[in-house]
């Protein structure tokens, strides 16, 4: 294993290479959601300039006055669209709230798309109107990376290579800016983020802006998970990894508080949570159902299932 603490692979060698490089590539993704969780990928085809212009923006939108961040939280919505404030979400086996605020955009459909009114409108933030511009123009990039990837994993997984197109066109995803204000006094118990696993079907991280992210390995120590600057940061939710009876691994991760000497400095993150439609059934497939790895789940859709693990984490009443 890398100093980084997790597997590195290039993307560019499955979407620009040759049949060689491009199942070189499937094994190595495999191996590494397999065994890891997590994997570190370059040339990754997400534009410099889109993750900075959303980073500077995010910021710009955290700086804002509390009372006018409020503005932008949604009621009724779960924290699915617009601001969620700091320490309403928590951790599924945790009751003390995590030490975070954070802004979330989701999936817009055109008009005349039959998923259109099913996804609430994005919220727009007056203060900082380039916030949700360039966050559309990520969120667009981060679904087209992850499509790549997941056509990867059908082909490792021996499916149809575009198992998942039609599943995650139009999809649920979300793209979260997680905003860790400074540590002001010691917290009662909580980290900045509480040892979890995603829910979705893969999530796509860029760089944060400070370290502090954790995964829990098969030995069961936490290691650090410290990408390059241009590297993002992919691991398996809890979709995945229940798609494929457990053969695909959601790896318990957390972000713990910096050493006091640093509790001054904020971190703000950005990760994509790639989901599938609502409708997705996410019955474990035949061939990951064996005599060594009996079922291990019953059928329930992805819209069911999400709708379960929002209630565990105290953003759905």
Avoid at 45 to 68: Q, R, W, Y
Avoid at 73 to 101: C, I, N, W
Avoid at 149 to 177: H, M, T, V
Wanted: with cysteine.
């Amino acid at each position: 294993m890398p100093a980084k603490g997790i597997p590195t692979v290039d993307l560019s060698q499955f979407v620009q290479g040759n049949a060689a490089q491009q199942a070189e590539f499937v094994q190595a993704l495999g191996k590494a959601f397999h065994e890891v969780g997590f994997v570190a990928v370059v040339n990754h085809g997400i534009p410099k300039e889109l993750v900075e212009g959303f980073f500077n923006s995010a910021e710009a939108f955290f700086a804002l006055p509390e009372d006018v961040k409020l503005k932008y939280e949604v009621p009724g919505m779960a924290g699915q669209r617009g601001y969620t404030s700091f320490g309403k979400e928590h951790a599924k086996q945790s009751k003390v709230a995590d030490l975070k605020e954070f802004f979330q955009i989701g999936q817009s459909a055109p008009a005349d798309h039959p998923l259109h009114s099913a996804y609430a409108p994005n919220v727009d933030v007056t203060e900082t109107p380039e916030f949700s511009r360039n966050g559309m123009n990520l969120y667009r990039a981060f679904e087209q990376a992850g499509a790549s990837l997941l056509q990867a994993i059908s082909i490792f997984l021996e499916l149809d290579p575009y198992y998942f197109a039609d599943k995650i066109e139009y999809g649920n995803s979300i793209l979260r800016a997680i905003h860790y204000p400074p540590i002001t006094e010691e917290p009662e118990s909580a980290i900045r983020a509480e040892q979890h696993e995603d829910i979705n079907l893969i999530t796509l991280l860029v760089g944060a802006s400070a370290g502090g992210l954790q995964l829990l390995n098969n030995d069961q120590q936490w290691i650090d998970i410290v990408p390059e600057a241009d590297e993002i940061v992919i691991n398996v939710g809890d979709m995945l990894q229940r798609l494929t009876n457990n053969y695909l691994k959601s790896t318990t991760h957390r972000v713990v508080n910096p050493p006091r000497e640093m509790w001054h400095l904020p971190r703000l993150s950005i990760p994509f949570f790639l989901h599938p439609v609502v409708t997705m059934d996410l019955t474990c497939l035949p061939s990951c159902v064996t005599e060594e790895n009996p079922l291990q789940y019953a059928p329930i859709t992805a819209g069911v299932y999400l709708d379960e693990r929002l209630r565990e984490i105290g953003l759905k009443k």
